[in-house]
């Protein structure tokens, strides 16, 4: 349905998630199905895609009832480094096999600020805070390479990706990434952590919590457009990933959340009592924009 409504918006072709179940062809689709306004442009898209993508389209006489979503083309800038994150480097896998267009961006255009003039959406993935340490210098790269060169700083970098989302724009922070968000000045605290004899908040050691890489048990609200297609109980990859608590009165969101004290699946688990009631995904807004925390490695990267 993703490749569907990618190839839907490159022909210019209007497309809807309905916001609540629908019947149609005698079956109930639950919310977030598509609704394509007949046109011949939208017939030769569906009819060309549907059989390939085993996707059941249905003919209708009228617009079916109740609120829709319209979707939008978006220009995402998906965040890299020099030398290559590989989660980075997955996603763009993802977004080629789903028809996703994107652009590359490095530190140092971040850094320049301004933009908001170029994209709707940064994606910051989980290995590219910190990243760029080791690199050569600009005068021993060719050309092209140069611009590659930076690393994402709290300092210069963090100030322009809170000022691209107060702008309008949409940030969303995936696995370690996800941990930026107290430094944008989100509503949100960081919920692995406990306060020392000097009233410092440190991290849970691993003799507390460690959970080096397991399945774990999250909940969901199907009929949110963020989790439209997601079943309410679902399965994620869990790798030491941040998760938060909200602070009262401030306007954060969850959209995933544990609600257990033995929240394991599979694989094996220290700790995980503390993850009951922190939130696993976030929707905040920053400004005109918006910030999606999502802690854990949810685009399941090998």
Known sequence: SFILTNRLLKAHVAVHWMKSSVTAGGQTLAPGALWIPASAAAKSVVTASVGPLGIDAYAVDAKPAGESVTVKPVRIG???????????????????????????????????????????????????IGRGWRQPKAEDLPAEYRTMLGKISKETSYPQIAAFARAGGTVIAVGNAAKIGPDLGLPVIDALTFTDKDGKAKPLPSTKFYIPGAILSAKTDPSDPIDYGVPADVSLFYYNSPVFRLAEGGAARKVSWF?????????????????????AIVDAPLGKGHVYLLGPEVTQRG
Not at 259 to 279: I, Y
């Open 78 to 128: 998906l965040v890299d480094v020099y030398g290559g994150s590989m989660a980075s480097g997955w996603t763009r896998w993802i977004f080629d096999q789903y028809e996703f267009p994107y652009t590359k961006v490095f530190p140092q255009e971040i850094d320049k600020g301004g933009l908001d003039r170029k994209y709707d959406v940064l994606i910051l993935q989980s290995d590219v």
């Open 259 to 279: 609600d257990s004290d033995e929240p394991l699946v599979s694989g094996w688990a220290w700790g995980q009592k503390a993850l009951n009631g922190t939130t």
